[in-house]
T-cell receptor, first 113, second 113 residues
Framework: DAGVIQSPRHEVTEMGQEVTLRCKPI?????LFWYRQTMMRGLELLIY????????DSGMPEDRFSAKMPNASFSTLKIQPSEPRDSAVYFC???????????FGEGSRLTVL | GDSVTQMEGPVTLSEEAFLTINCTYT??????LFWYVQYPGEGLQLLLK?????DKGSNKGFEATYRKETTSFHLEKGSVQVSDSAVYFC????????????FGKGTKLTVNP
């Protein structure tokens, strides 16, 4: 079975540009999570969805960040406008059931110049 | 709120040395506890878990025992290999159940031949 698929793997953009990160969770998983990883702050949960519905977005840094999950097989994380401090690795993870194992994608490394 | 605290890294060992990475937790009730591992350039993956007090999780020669008395879940391995070089994360679910997984800051392990 395919794992969690994220794209792009690497993105370099200039400050002020819009960035869209994409995630395809594992088929049959009903929870999806977006995490951000930086050296300074470690791994931070941004938002998570259950059955395509956003449950908790308290980790989203500010209004420049938004996430959607239009169906069970696709989610996006958008940053508009991007800033240099948004540079990080963004991970998507999915889970089949409550309490179950999280399966992570390989991450999208974002660099904002 | 619920949280985990890991020992600061980095940790550098020689092959076949004994490894301990400390993790303590603060939680309401007795949640499941997890160790995840992140190999270079990859996403996190589950290493082991324990679902109740006194449980021992084990995998790939690693072990961790859920100790309620000391609120700890230390990771150990008797003889590390170069291939164990990675970042290790302790984690627990919050919100009274298993909705969100909160991670420690990670401990980077380097094993030299």
């Amino acid at each position: 079975d395919a794992g969690v698929i994220q794209s792009p793997r690497h993105e370099v953009t200039e400050m002020g540009q819009e960035v869209t990160l994409r995630c395809k969770p594992i088929s049959g998983h009903n929870s999806l999570f977006w995490y951000r990883q930086t050296m300074m702050r470690g791994l931070e949960l941004l938002i998570y969805f259950n059955n395509n519905v956003p449950i908790d977005d308290s980790g989203m840094p500010e209004d420049r960040f938004s996430a959607k999950m239009p169906n069970a097989s696709f989610s996006t994380l958008k940053i508009q406008p991007s800033e240099p401090r948004d540079s990080a690795v963004y991970f998507c993870a999915s889970r089949k059931q409550l309490g179950g194992e999280l399966f992570f994608g390989e991450g999208s490394r974002l660099t904002v110049l | 709120g619920d949280s985990v605290t890991q020992m600061e890294g980095p940790v550098t060992l020689s092959e076949e040395a004994f490894l301990t990475i400390n993790c303590t937790y603060t939680a309401t009730g007795y949640p499941s506890l997890f160790w995840y591992v992140q190999y270079p350039g990859e996403g996190l993956q589950l290493l082991l878990k324990a679902t109740k007090a006194d449980d021992k999780g084990s995998n790939k020669g690693f072990e961790a025992t859920y100790r309620k008395e000391t609120t700890s879940f230390h990771l150990e391995k008797g003889s590390v290999q170069v291939s164990d070089s990675a970042v290790y994360f302790c984690a627990l679910p919050t919100q009274g159940g298993s909705e969100k997984l909160v991670f420690g800051k990670g401990t980077k392990l380097t094993v030299n031949p």
